[in-house]
């Protein structure tokens, strides 16, 4: 049977598509592909609170939730992210990809619904989100990224009363370094009854007067929602959150296959997402030094004529269109010691593929000028006579 597998890959080489773990060996100056937007994957203070947690509990939780697997510092963690979020309730998982596969699956049961859900789906939703939607069997209509008159449209068009609605999309976009409008997402939930998935993964420490998230800045008191978020970006470590209702928390303990069923988040990884949660309202410099710094790249780049996607984030996607020519620019400039991440599809749409360049709080205007020096004597240019 192997060989279905390996002609899989083997289509996937021929194609340029083939994936292949990047070297741990290569020197790198500068990393622009890590997600520790706020450099806490380090913090002493976080890892301290590792390293006591490891002593205090070992570095197992042992069991489910609902079995062994419960302790005294998850239940603690999750009244202050409900305390963050606003929100009455939270629910911790072992990542946020589990945490969309799984909670959303469930949202959209048949077993709960009184009538089939149709969901209104941000086309660039991530794969989590996908594959959970997929996993419900749900129906559901794709609407173009941050369009809200596409959205409204297609509102208009396929809601009725008998059935359930949802809309799931991502505040902050991974891939496009835009913000959700979430207000007006927020109005149209409200006017027509949908319920409202929102993904905060890129998020989360970084926006909303404390750093906890765009959901803090609207009022969803209106829509029944959910609000999932990671501790794998600006948190610094591993795992995700549901923020929600005691309603959905208890429906979450009663019905997600993935909580029920998995064994619960270390004690390790929790106790360090609860020391880093816990410094976010105090890193409102560094989240400037992030947003600053991703600003000056996009100017400098976009003088150039190089083309840049998304503002207001400190993830600056530069878009070059083909695979190859990506992937090229992805090389050039790790033997320059500058790592980005090259993004293609699948996991963006054909002939969008793009340098995925993401901003941290540790860097600073020397090497965001360096990099952006690079990138523009790399990208050939109409205007450089190409
Ligand atoms: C929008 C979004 N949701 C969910 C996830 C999954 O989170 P995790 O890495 O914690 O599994 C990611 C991670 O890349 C993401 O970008």
């Not at 060996?25 to 937007?37: A, E, H, I, M």
């Not at 509990?57 to 409900?82: D, K, M, P, W």
């Not at 993964?201 to 750093?211: E, K, N, S």
């Amino acid at each position: 049977m192997y060989h279905f597998y390996n002609q899989y890959c083997a289509e996937q080489a021929a194609k340029s598509r083939l994936r292949a773990l990047p070297s741990v060996d290569r020197p790198v100056s500068f990393d622009f592909s890590s997600n520790d937007y706020l450099g806490l994957a380090t913090h002493p203070d976080v890892v301290n609170a590792a390293i006591e947690a490891a002593r205090q509990c070992g570095v197992g939780s042992t069991g489910s939730r609902l079995l062994s697997g419960n302790y005294r510092l998850i239940e603690s963690f999750e009244r202050q992210i409900a305390q963050s979020k606003q929100t009455e309730a939270a629910v911790v998982f072992s990542s946020g990809y589990q945490a969309n596969m799984t909670v959303l699956a469930s949202l959209l049961s048949r077993r709960v619904l009184p009538a089939p859900p149709i969901v209104f789906f941000d086309r660039l939703n991530h794969s989590s989100l996908y594959n959970a939607m997929f996993l419900s069997g749900a129906q559901y209509v794709l609407f173009e990224r941050n369009d809200m008159d596409d959205l409204r449209r297609q509102l208009q068009k396929y809601c009725v009363a008998s059935r359930p609605a949802f809309i799931v999309t991502e505040t902050v976009h991974g891939m496009e370094g835009d913000l959700l409008p979430i207000a007006q997402v927020v109005d149209l939930a409200a006017s027509y009854n949908c319920f409202l998935y929102l993904d905060e993964a890129h998020a989360t420490g970084l926006y909303g007067p404390q750093g906890y998230g765009l959901s803090t800045t609207v009022d969803l008191s209106l829509v029944s929602h959910i609000v999932m978020g990671t501790f794998s970006k600006a948190i610094g470590g591993a795992g995700a959150y549901i923020a929600c209702n005691a309603v959905m928390q208890q429906f979450i303990l009663n019905r997600t296959a993935g909580f029920i069923y998995s064994t619960a988040p270390s004690p390790v990884s929790v106790a360090a997402a609860a020391q880093a949660w816990s410094m976010i309202p105090s890193l409102a410099a560094q989240r400037q030094q992030a947003f600053s710094l991703a600003d000056l790249l996009r100017r400098l780049l976009r003088a150039c004529g190089v083309v840049v996607m998304g503002d207001g984030t400190n993830i600056v996607p530069v878009c070059l269109g083909d695979e190859c020519a990506t992937l090229a620019l992805k090389n050039a400039l790790l033997n320059e010691g500058m790592m980005v991440s090259a993004i293609r599809p699948p996991t963006v749409p054909t002939g969008t593929s793009r340098l995925r360049i993401a901003i941290n709080a540790r860097h600073d205007s020397q090497c965001v000028n360096q990099l952006a020096r690079a990138i523009a004597q790399h990208v050939s240019l109409p205007a450089a006579g190409g």
